[in-house]
T-cell receptor
Framework: KAGVTQTPRYLIKTRGQQVTLSCSPI?????VSWYQQTPGQGLQFLFE???????NKGNFPGRFSGRQFSNSRSEMNVSTLELGDSALYLC??????????????FGPGTRLTVT | GESVGLHLPTLSVQEGDNSIINCAYS??????FIWYKQESGKGPQFIID?????DKRQGQRVTVLLNKTVKHLSLQIAATQPGDSAVYFC????????????FGAGTRLAVHP
């Protein structure tokens, strides 16, 4: 079974631009979560989508948004990029339904560098 | 709010020794705990989990111990190998439910031959 895939793997953007990252979950997984990983803040939860609906959101500004499609693929968007948005963005998928926590499988991440 | 902390940022061990990585959590209501391993250039990988109704759980060369009294858990790796070199995170699901994990800061394990 193929794992979680994320595209692109590396991205360089300029301050003020916007960026869209993509995540394809493991087949059959309907939950997709996004995390930001930085050396200073570690791994921080951004949001989770289940059946095209955002179920949970972390403490990030509104510049960070996401969506999920009917095939469970998800995208996240960051608008008006800031230097501090440079990070590894990780996507995780889970088969869990309802409110039960399910084992999360992480993709390799997208390394975003903002200059 | 909830937090998960680790005691040491870096742990160096000799190949073949046992490794112990510690983690403290703040929410006494937490009932599920997970250890992840992250190798360079990869996303976190599930190692082992434990529920609050257990004190100990064993996997292949790994053991997780949970002490609810002091809100502490540890990951023990037996006969540490070079392939164990990675950053290890403990994580707990947010009490709000769903698939929101609160991660600790991580401990980098360096295995020397």
């Amino acid at each position: 079974k193929a794992g979680v895939t994320q595209t692109p793997r590396y991205l360089i953007k300029t301050r003020g631009q916007q960026v869209t990252l993509s995540c394809s979950p493991i087949s059959g997984h309907r939950s997709v979560s996004w995390y930001q990983q930085t050396p200073g803040q570690g791994l921080q939860f951004l949001f989770e989508y289940f059946s095209e609906t955002q179920r949970n959101k972390g403490n990030f500004p509104g510049r960070f948004s996401g969506r999920q499609f009917s095939n469970s693929r998800s995208e996240m968007n960051v608008s008006t990029l800031e230097l501090g948005d440079s990070a590894l963005y990780l996507c995780a998928s889970s088969i869990a339904t309802g409110g039960i926590f399910g084992e999360q499988y992480f993709g390799p991440g997208t390394r975003l560098t903002v200059t | 709010g909830e937090s998960v902390g680790l005691h040491l940022p870096t742990l160096s061990v000799q190949e073949g020794d046992n490794s112990i990585i510690n983690c403290a959590y703040s929410n006494s209501a937490s009932d599920y705990f997970i250890w992840y391993k992250q190798e360079s250039g990869k996303g976190p990988q599930f190692i082992i989990d434990i529920r609050s109704n257990m004190d100990k759980r064993q996997g292949q060369r790994v053991t997780v111990l949970l002490n609810k009294t002091v809100k502490h858990l540890s990951l023990q790796i037996a006969a540490t190998q070079p392939g164990d070199s990675a950053v290890y995170f403990c994580a707990v699901p947010h009490e709000g439910g769903y698939n929101k994990l609160i991660f600790g800061a991580g401990t980098r394990l360096a295995v020397h031959p």
